[in-house]
T-cell receptor, first 111, second 111 residues
């Protein structure tokens, strides 16, 4: 069985400041890892994913995440956030045909 | 492609009433999933299907039933709705153990 812990439920941040969202996972098998974003009153959209290969993965809108097998972590970072990054972010781990999601981190970007 | 669609978008039920949520995908995906999203709890898997004619229980299956008679459709049924089933329901589909594509959600209130 696999599980995900998102260490921060709320992250307030000022515009153009950096942000880091922490995610730790547990799994007894090899994993695929994902970050999804949910904008208000919408469904979830994939932000980025780690399947294999380079441990640093990037999204098209400036987010990046690093897979750290020894620390069982997959933290999400962005060096400079925009107001439009205000959303809820979910970390997820796959295994046995299913995804297990963390409880989510709400990012609020203020001017 | 429409992707993943869900019907209806909103619904209000009285305790004890029944209803069916419909999920449809046009991506020829084998795997389909039903989740519920509640504040502070992330997404929890209700039931899932790994192919036409197959279904399996997720984390929180009690009070729900599902059917996958056609590959493109995955139905979620509530036989006797309870206030604890007030939630936002998301359907998702995927090709393999990879990115899941989500529908826009159904907001259900049980009075």
């Amino acid at each position: 069985a696999q599980s995900v812990t998102q260490l921060d439920s709320q992250v307030p941040v000022f515009e153009e400041a950096p942000v880091e969202l922490r995610c730790n996972y547990s799994s007894s098998v090899s994993v695929y890892l994902f970050w999804y974003v949910q904008y208000p009153n919408q469904g979830l959209q994939l932000l980025l994913k780690y399947l294999s290969g380079s441990t640093l993965v990037e999204s098209i809108n400036g987010f990046e995440a690093e897979f750290n097998k020894s620390q069982t972590s997959f933290h999400l970072r962005k060096p400079s956030v925009h107001i439009s990054d205000t959303a809820e972010y979910f970390c997820a781990v796959s295994g046995n045909y299913k995804l297990s999601f963390g409880a989510g981190t709400t990012v609020t970007v203020r001017a | 492609n429409a992707g993943v669609t869900q019907t209806p978008k909103f619904r209000v039920l009285k305790t004890g009433q029944s209803m069916t949520l419909l999920c449809a995908q046009d991506m020829n995906h084998e795997y389909m999933y039903w989740y519920r999203q509640d504040p502070g709890m992330g997404l929890r898997l209700i039931h899932y299907s790994v192919g036409e004619g197959t279904t399996a229980k997720g984390e929180v299956p009690d009070g729900y039933n599902v059917s996958r008679l056609k590959k493109q459709n995955f139905l979620l049924g509530l036989e006797s709705a309870a206030p604890s089933q007030t939630s936002v329901y998301f359907c998702a589909s995927s090709r393999e153990l990879n990115e899941q594509f989500f529908g826009p959600g159904t907001r259900l209130t049980v009075l």
